[in-house]
């Protein structure tokens, strides 16, 4: 069993900042891409940021020049720099993982969700 958890959600300030980490655990023997979603209430779950096994980058227009992702492969673990936070910022993250392990195969999976709210 593959598990993905998230951490770093908060409450900040416009202006602010936050990193977002996921962890993904269980019997991996490998994981391709990695990225992050999110979900405002009342509208549909989009993509945030996400990065290759490569190092390959793609992020939404909305946030580029503002978050970076990044990854660590030996600690199975992606980050999300986020700064320069805006109130339309505000959503449920998720973390999200193709991920190669016993015995399933190659899957897809999701973290639980972490909360960014970005207010005065």
């Known amino acids: 069993q593959v598990q993905l958890v998230e951490s770093g959600g908060g409450l900040v300030q416009p202006g602010g900042s936050l990193r977002l980490s996921c962890v993904a655990s269980?019997?991996?023997?490998?994981?391709?891409?990695m990225g992050w979603y999110r979900q405002a209430p009342g509208k549909e779950r989009e993509l945030v940021a996400a990065i290759t096994s490569g190092g390959s980058r793609n992020y939404a227009d909305s946030v580029k020049a503002r978050f970076t992702i990044s990854r660590d492969g030996a600690k199975n673990t992606v980050y999300l720099q986020m700064n320069s936070l805006k109130p339309e910022d505000t959503a449920v993250y998720y973390c999200n993982a193709a991920v190669l392990a016993i015995p399933l195969g190659w899957s897809n999976y999701w973290g639980q969700g972490t909360q960014v709210t970005v207010s005065s």
């Open positions: 269980g019997s991996i023997l490998s994981i391709n891409d």
